[in-house]
């Protein structure tokens, strides 16, 4: 008897889904799942993420996208999370991807990631009487963190006040940053973090 594969939402196959930045190989996990949903039982350890689901990782990002810097520029109090509209979201946002680019919808999610991970980011510390910058290289950790961070708050700023559906706000800033695209909010973020850095060398 063939044994059945496990396919994500009960239509891709993850397994065919291939990380080529050798350094976050290791930390975004393909793991196949038919939901990629844990319900926090990854929460108490903070190296448990790497055993979440890279899908859910997002879904999670999109429930609440974070802070911009130092200043409240994106309030937590929009976003109240209903888990089960965020997936149906995120499955038809999979749905126009595949259709749009005839693509693995995930394979197009770990090539945003990619795309619109830090290599280096600046370190503010105090020196004396003043604070110095100085550009460090990012580790692969919090590169996938704030890969994924800066994919919800380019999905939320798209999204914010539009016409457009989230399903398809979710699949442009991916297909976007896939591409290395400027438009993408996550690829111009890493753009002007990176420059800055390279200043502060």
């Known amino acids: 008897m063939k044994k059945q594969k496990i396919l ?112 280096e980011e600046i370190a503010s510390y105090r020196l004396g009487g003043i604070i110095a910058r100085k550009a460090v290289i990012t580790s692969p950790q919090r590169r996938i963190d704030l890969a994924l961070r800066h994919l919800a708050q380019g999905i939320y700023r798209a999204d914010f006040k539009s016409r457009k559906t989230l399903a398809q706000s979710i699949a442009d800033e991916l297909i976007a940053a896939s591409k290395n695209d400027s438009k993408s909010f996550a690829i111009s973020e890493r753009q002007r973090i990176e420059k800055e850095a390279e200043g502060a060398r």
Do not use: C
Request: aromatic letters at 6%.
């Open 8 to 119: 994500l939402f009960n239509r891709w196959d993850l397994s065919e889904v291939k990380v080529e930045d050798a350094g976050m190989k290791k930390y975004i996990n393909l793991r196949p799942v038919l939901i990629p949903r844990t319900a926090g039982r990854m929460g108490p350890t903070q190296l448990n993420k790497m055993k979440m689901n890279v899908v859910e990782r997002l879904v999670n990002k999109l429930m609440v996208p974070g802070h911009r810097g130092k200043k409240h520029k994106i309030t937590s109090g929009r976003f109240p999370g209903n888990t089960i509209k965020l997936y149906k979201h995120m499955e038809e946002a999979f749905d126009i991807i595949e259709k749009k680019t005839k693509q693995n919808p995930v394979q197009v999610l770990v090539k945003a990631i990619e795309n619109s991970a830090l290599l």
